[in-house]
Antibody, heavy 126, light 111 residues
């Protein structure tokens, strides 16, 4: 059974960098059958996919257009985890952040979130 | 404003059948991308309910079903139970945005 355990600060100051980590158990971040995502949820923006990383003989990343200039998702194979960095945050980035493991058809975009972390409420405020 | 449109709320009495619609466009559902559904109980992470338009993960009862036609999809729950009271979200891929998108969510109330 795959489990995802999130960690990171719940309060970030405006203009600073939001950093979260998602530790994986029951699977490998280097799995050829999975992708590792960050999704956030807020009352104003609903559920919003932010980006993903996955390994297919080399590492790939895809990011949402809305955050592409500010986001980095990195794998850490030594610790079997992946991380989110979101730069230059504003109060609009206040949300519950989730890490997920997605499954789907290879060479398609028909991927879905099979496993979710517990969620981390991140508040952007001075 | 979400890319996929869902009704804000639906309701039904115990034992009844309810459906939740998810309307998209030619760049997502209408382009042939699959629709997936999630259930979210208060204070918890979403849980996968339907994947690939019609498929149920193990553990999801067969009174839950999904369908898709054209630019829309639907989630149906029959034999409504109190434990079904939750928020429900649809998800698909959008080719114009080059990313996965969600509906705004529907709150199901069991009367």
């Amino acid at each position: 059974q795959v489990q995802l355990q999130q960690s990171g600060p719940g309060l970030v100051k405006p203009s600073q960098t939001l950093s979260l980590t998602c530790a994986i158990s029951g699977d490998s971040v280097s799995s050829h059958r999975a992708a590792w995502n960050w999704i956030r949820q807020s009352p104003s923006r609903g559920l919003e996919w932010l980006g993903r990383t996955y390994y297919r003989f080399k590492w790939y990343s895809d990011y949402a257009v809305s955050v592409k200039s500010r986001i980095t998702i990195n794998p850490d194979t030594s610790k079997n985890q992946f991380s989110l960095q979101l730069n230059s945050v504003t109060p609009e980035d206040t949300a519950v952040y989730y890490c997920t493991r997605s499954s789907g058809e290879e060479n398609s975009y028909n991927w879905y979130e099979k496993y979710w972390g517990q969620g981390t409420l991140v508040t952007v405020s001075s | 404003q979400s890319v996929l449109t869902q009704p804000p709320s639906v309701s039904g009495a115990p034992g009844q059948r309810v459906t939740i619609s998810c309307t998209g466009s030619s760049s997502n559902i209408g382009a042939g991308y699959d629709v997936h559904w999630y259930q979210q109980l208060p204070g918890t992470a979403p849980k996968l309910l339907i994947y690939g338009n019609t498929n149920r993960p193990s553990g999801v009862p067969d009174r839950v079903s999904g369908s898709k036609s054209g630019t829309s999809a639907s989630l149906a729950i029959t034999g409504l139970q109190a434990e079904d009271e939750a928020d429900y979200y649809c998800q698909s891929y959008d080719g114009s945005l080059s990313g996965w998108v969600f509906g705004g969510g529907t709150k199901l109330t069991v009367l």
